[in-house]
Structures are given as structure tokens and as C-alpha cells.
């Protein structure tokens, strides 16, 4: 028997190609079309391909699923404990993207610490040939960066930083073993020594407001605040406030509180950079998520096993 397969979202044509040789694919392009579909089309899917959506309810619709395939390393958006409950595995694309999230790092640092956008509008406004050099900004070199969880992409991003002459210092909730940076079991007292903090952490009710209105005083009015992990993990009313007020210095932001909208007066800001949720995209990095979205799949139904379970279905995978 030929198992179905439910695609939700706009993927590359090559899932759907490789996906369509082997399943019997039943497509819907967005939640709203997931929602408006008939229990009866939904009762045989065995295997489901979402960026990075599954809410339980979602789940509960598909009696026979077996396998959820998610686009995205984070998949704070997949009820993955509850599936996992019912048996079900879930799946993401760990690795393949950390250099390119690594790389747009570096790039949101660099670009707003040297207030790159806001020079490239003083050249093109005239400025530069009527009010003669732009105003000096601040360097990377001899500054204490933190990370906010040492994870695949925050290791990648540490490295990368190692050339920049910079001290690289880290908070998670748990000491990691084998890396020689400083390690600092409270946010808080970390934050009060750096320069430069940056989130990449899972998303979800864990960290939901880490980077808090204490954080953001704690950074202070020279600081700089890059947000690469998730919306949530950023209380942005306080983040735009302590902006305002001249309590923190800037921010890199590529991930929002209520994506794709960003609030106005983020936008306003000269001493904010705003990338619309794009440090994984790439087209390298995102065929090779793609590919392992498929493979994830295609591996479950052809020999009962997967390439890369999250932690929360592991046990499932023995
Ligand atoms: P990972 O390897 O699982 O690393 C996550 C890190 O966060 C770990 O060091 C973990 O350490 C730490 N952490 C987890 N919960 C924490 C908490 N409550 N407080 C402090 N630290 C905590 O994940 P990854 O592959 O590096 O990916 C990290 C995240 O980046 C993803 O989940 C996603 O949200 C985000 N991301 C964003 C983009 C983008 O396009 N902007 C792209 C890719 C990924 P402990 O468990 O010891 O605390
Ligand atoms: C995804 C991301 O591309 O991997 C993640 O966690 O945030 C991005 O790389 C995005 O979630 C699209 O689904």
C-alpha cells in the first residue's frame, strides 16, 4: 500500500517531485486550507511535511499519523511531547543551516555596531557630499560578546567570532562540556558584562521573555541586542522601550514577537537592523533542508528509521 502523505506550505518542487514518486501526496497551501479540508480526505495520512507546524489539535485530525517531518531546527511550533505521546515521531533539519544562521550573525553584528544600514542611507540621502562624514561607530574588537544558549548554531557562531579579537562568553541553563569559554549559570551577571548579547535559543514556554526589561537594563545604553533565535524569546514592548529611553544602545532583530509584523516603531529606529526571519535562507542551505525533510520520510517508510528525531521522540527511534 502506498502511504499518504500530507504537505502543508509552499516547499521547493523537489520535495514535492521526490515526495510524489514514492507517497500519495495530499496538499493543502496553509493552515487556513488544512482547516477547510474533510476528515474523510485526512483519515489515511500516515506521514505529514510542515514548516515547522503541528499544534495538537492539528495532530488529532490525523488518526492514523506516524511521522511528522518538520522543515527548521526549531520546531517550537510542533506539539512534539504530544505527539510523541500518541507514538508519533517527529523530525527536523538540524546542522545543515548552522553555518548560514552563523554567517547571518556575524552579518546583523557587524552591520549594527557599524551602523551599516543607516550610512548607506546618509551616502544615498546627499549627506555625505553636503554635511561631510558620516558620525564614528563603535568596533567589535576588544568587546565581550555573550551567547544565549551554546547550542549547534550558538558553538558556530562562537567560532565564527574567534577572529574578530572579541571575548566570547555563554549562558544556558547547563554548563557545556568540552568549550573553553567563559560559561555564566545566571543571564543576568552575564549580560552586565557584555557588549553584545545574542539569542539563539528554542523558542517555546522555556524561554518565553528571557531577554527581559532587568536583561536589557543589565546590557546597557552601549550595548547591542541580536535576536536570531525566536520572537518570543524577546519581550519587544520592553525591547522598544529600552530602546526609546536610551537604555540599550541597539539591536539586530531577523525573528518577531507577531511574524511577518513588526511594530512601527522598530522600523522607526536608526540604531535598529531588521532582517525578515532569513537566517537560514539560502538557497544551499534551504535545498538541504528540504532534502533532509524528505529523507526523514522516506527513511521511516522504507526502513523504520529516521535520520533526525528531536530529542522529545528519540526514544521512539530505538
Ligand atoms: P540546540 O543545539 O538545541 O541549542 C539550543 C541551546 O539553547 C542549548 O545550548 C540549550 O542549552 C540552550 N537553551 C535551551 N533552553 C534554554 C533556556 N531556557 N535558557 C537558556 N538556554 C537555553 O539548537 P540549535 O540547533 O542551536 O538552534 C537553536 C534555535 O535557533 C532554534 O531552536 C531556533 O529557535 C533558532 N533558529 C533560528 C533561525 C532563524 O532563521 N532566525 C534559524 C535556525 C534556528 P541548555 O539545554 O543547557 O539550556
Ligand atoms: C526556518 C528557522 O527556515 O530552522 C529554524 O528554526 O527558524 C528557519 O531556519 C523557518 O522556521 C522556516 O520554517
Redesign the pocket.
Known amino acids: 500500500m502506498v502511504a499518504e502523505v500530507l504537505v502543508v506550505g509552499k516547499f521547493f518542487p523537489s520535495v514535492v517531485e521526490d515526495l510524489g514518486k514514492q507517497f500519495t501526496l495530499i496538499q493543502a497551501a496553509n493552515a487556513d486550507a488544512f482547516a477547510a479540508m474533510d476528515d474523510t480526505a485526512l483519515a489515511n495520512i500516515e506521514g505529514f511535511a510542515t ?2 507546524w503541528a499544534p495538537a489539535d492539528v495532530i488529532d485530525r490525523l488518526p492514523k499519523l506516524k511521522l511528522i517531518s518538520s ?4 520546531y517550537d511550533g510542533v506539539a512534539a511531547d504530544y505527539a510523541a505521546s500518541k507514538n508519533i515521531i517527529v523530525t527536523h ?1 538540524p546542522n545543515v ?1 548552522n553555518d548560514d ?1 552563523a554567517n547571518t550573525t556575524i552579518a546583523l553584528i557587524l552591520t549594527t555596531m557599524r551602523r551599516i544600514v543607516e550610512q548607506d542611507r546618509y551616502l544615498r540621502a546627499g549627506r555625505w557630499a553636503g554635511e561631510g562624514n558620516a558620525p564614528l561607530t563603535r568596533s567589535i574588537a576588544g568587546k565581550t560578546v555573550g551567547i544565549v544558549g551554546l547550542g549547534r548554531i550558538g558553538e558556530a557562531i562562537a567560532h565564527k567570532l574567534s577572529v574578530f579579537n572579541c571575548t566570547t562568553v555563554y549562558h544556558s541553563r547547563n554548563e557545556k562540556p568540552g568549550v573553553d569559554y567563559r560559561y555564566y549559570g545566571g543571564l543576568k551577571e552575564m549580560a552586565q558584562d557584555c557588549d553584545v548579547l545574542i539569542a539563539i535559543t528554542p523558542g517555546g514556554p522555556a524561554t518565553n521573555k528571557l531577554i527581559n526589561r532587568d536583561i536589557m537594563n543589565a546590557l546597557g545604553p552601549e550595548g547591542t541586542f541580536i535576536n536570531v533565535a525566536r520572537g518570543s524569546v524577546c519581550d519587544e514592548a520592553e525591547l522598544i522601550k529600552a530602546l526609546q529611553d536610551g537604555r540599550l544602545g541597539a539591536a539586530g532583530l531577523d525573528v518577531f514577537e507577531q511574524e511577518p509584523n513588526v511594530p512601527a516603531e522598530l522600523m522607526a529606529m536608526d540604531n535598529v537592523v531588521l532582517t525578515p ?1 532569513v ?3 539560502t538557497w544551499e542551505t ?1 535545498q538541504a ?1 528540504s532534502d533532509l525533510v524528505v529523507e526523514n520520510l522516506t527513511g521511516y517508510f522504507d526502513k523504520g528509521a529516521v535520520v533526525t528525531p528531536v530529542p522529545e521522540c528519540a526514544h521512539l527511534c530505538d
Open positions: 514548516f515547522g522543515f527548521g531546527v526549531g533539519t543551516l544562521v526571519h537566517a537560514s535562507a534551504r533542508m
